[in-house]
Each structure stands twice: as structure tokens, then as C-alpha cells.
């Protein structure tokens, strides 16, 4: 058994930039790719087997047809998303729906809980996480009324911090920051404010009732409590466990022996080089271990994030 390499599908977008080109050594496919989908098997982004016996298939087909490899999990898709984010300008303030929401108004899609892992920002970089309105109703007034200001909350960001974003949480990722987003497999994302910006000369499509719908009020900020272990050679942090997934962050430092027990184990590295039982891994490398893959090893100096049912 071999861990799955994947074949990254990349996004053009009005806010992209180059740093997966520059920092990660992508090919990517213009100075505006605002997205890399790592880890996906959604249809608006499938992404390929790299390596070994299932080299060519893409993680849709392996889901459907090869269970086994994800431990017989239930579900009709694969259930988690990974992308890597860079935002030359702002992104557009949004929010997502819960699964209720979605699968009755979005042709019964999955809804979207995610989390953002700072992997780089501008010194003075902040980002757009909730609201100031203390009702519903004043949700709505604010929107309608258009006090954008008021209304939305922006905070101080660094490196290394860690959002949970469940739906309803108002949301923006700002210009000058690079993340790496846990997601469950759904891209239905509504669209409150889009600072009025132009794409091809009009206005791009807001979603301003089915945001006002799924805001949740008042905003109650997610405490993460990230709990750490340290062992020879590494320290590894649960950034979080949540009912859609479970987000670990490895600092690797040497040579150190781990156990894959969960049903599959998706694996990005962030920073660094190195090697998982023998086969070379760099930054910007995203693999699967699949069910039963057991013990493994990994050596070298990386920065790694690693996400799990």
C-alpha cells in the first residue's frame, strides 16, 4: 500500500495572485489563480490519481469504486475538500448554508463547514470573521441599508493562526493572505457585499435573501482549543475536531513514527521537505493514506496539516 498523490485543479479568480506559482511551484495557469483545489473530488473540480496502480483515475472514481481504500465510509461523495488559497485582493464577504439549508434550496448539495489555516500574511493582513448586528433584524437592516462598516467584523491576523468557519459565520479572506482551507465537499457559497467591484464589466451575481436567511445572529466567535503532543522529533497540534472533520498541524523536525487509524488521512505540506517511508515530499505535495495504511514514518524538516473524518 502506497499513500495517493493527487494532481491539483487550479482557479482563476477576479482576487487571484501568483504565489502558488511562486511560493508553492505550481504551474499555474495565469498571475490571477486564486485557488488550488488539492485534495477534491467535486465535480466542479476532480482531481487525478499521480502515482501507482489507480495513476489516472480521478478521486470521484476512486470513492465510488474503490471504498475500501477510505474505510467503507458511508455517503454519496467524498466527503472533504482541501485548497490552498491566495488572496491578492479581497475576497467577496459571504456566508455558506448548513446541510438542511443547502440540500433544500442548492439541488441538494452538502452544505459548507470549513476552516482556515493562516499559512502566510502581509504583516498588517486582517480578515473578515462575523458581524456587529446583535439581532436578525438587524442583520437584515444593516444589508439592506448598506453600513457596511458598521456591520462587518475585522480582525488582526498572523501566521499560524486557525478559524472555524460554520455556516451562518459571516466571512472574508483580504487581500495578501495565503490559506489552506479544510471544507466539507460543497461550493455553494452566498455572496452578501462584493465592495460593488466590476467582472467583465458587471457586477458579479450577490445572494443577499439567502444570506440574510442564514446569518446567524449575534455572532458568537468559535473557540478553538487546540490541544498539543509532543514527541521525539516532532509536536503535533489538534486544531480542531468537529461533526465534519478532524484538522492536525505536525511540526516535523528529525525522523518520527506515526499510526494512519482513521478511515483515510489527507496530508498537505505547508513548508519544508522530507520523506514519508522512503518517498521524497515537498511543499506543495498533497496525498491520501488510505484505511489500513498503518504505520508510517516521515523524516525531514515540514510544516504539514492533516485532516480526517
Known amino acids: 500500500m502506497e499513500p495517493i498523490f493527487l494532481k491539483p485543479v487550479f482557479k482563476q479568480m477576479i482576487w487571484g495572485g501568483n504565489r502558488l506559482g511562486t511560493d508553492f511551484g505550481y504551474e499555474i495557469p495565469g498571475d490571477d489563480t486564486g485557488e488550488c483545489w488539492a485534495i477534491s ?18 478521486l470521484s472514481e ?6 475500501e481504500l477510505f474505510g467503507n465510509t458511508e455517503g454519496d461523495r467524498f466527503p472533504l475538500l482541501i485548497k490552498l488559497i491566495d488572496a491578492r485582493a479581497d475576497l467577496s464577504i459571504q456566508v455558506h448554508p448548513n446541510d438542511a439549508y443547502a440540500k433544500e434550496h442548492e439541488n441538494g448539495s452538502l452544505g ?22 446583535k439581532t ?3 442583520v437584515k437592516e444593516m444589508i439592506e441599508n448598506k453600513r457596511w462598516n458598521e456591520f462587518i467584523r475585522v480582525i488582526p491576523i498572523k501566521k499560524g493562526d486557525f478559524f472555524q468557519i460554520n455556516p451562518g459565520c459571516l466571512h472574508a479572506i483580504k487581500g495578501g493572505t495565503l490559506i489552506l482551507e479544510t471544507q466539507q465537499n460543497s461550493d455553494i457559497t452566498y455572496r452578501v457585499y462584493d465592495y460593488d467591484r466590476l467582472s467583465n464589466g458587471k457586477p458579479r451575481e450577490l445572494h443577499v435573501e439567502k444570506s440574510i436567511d442564514v446569518i446567524e445572529a449575534p455572532f458568537v466567535p468559535y473557540q478553538v482549543s487546540a490541544t498539543r503532543e509532543t514527541g521525539a522529533g516532532y509536536e503535533r497540534q489538534n486544531l480542531i475536531t468537529c461533526d465534519f472533520y478532524s484538522v492536525d498541524k505536525l511540526e516535523l523536525h528529525g525522523t518520527a513514527a506515526f499510526t494512519q487509524d482513521k478511515p483515510f488521512l489527507n496530508v498537505s505540506i505547508l513548508e519544508g521537505d522530507g520523506t514519508i517511508d522512503g518517498i521524497m515530499i515537498r511543499k506543495g505535495d498533497h496525498f491520501i493514506l488510505p484505511a489500513d495504511y498503518g504505520e508510517y514514518t516521515l523524516s525531514g524538516n515540514m510544516t504539514v496539516i492533516t485532516s480526517s473524518l
Do not use: F
Request: proline share 2%; charged share 25%.
Open 112 to 133: 459548507k463547514t470549513e476552516c482556515w489555516y493562516i499559512v502566510d500574511c502581509d504583516a498588517d493582513a486582517e480578515i473578515v470573521i462575523g458581524h456587529h448586528a
Open 62 to 67: 476512486l470513492w465510488n469504486d474503490h471504498r
Open 41 to 58: 473530488a467535486h465535480p466542479n473540480g476532480d482531481c487525478q490519481v499521480k502515482n501507482g496502480v489507480y495513476a489516472g483515475m480521478s
Open 136 to 138: 436578525h433584524e438587524e
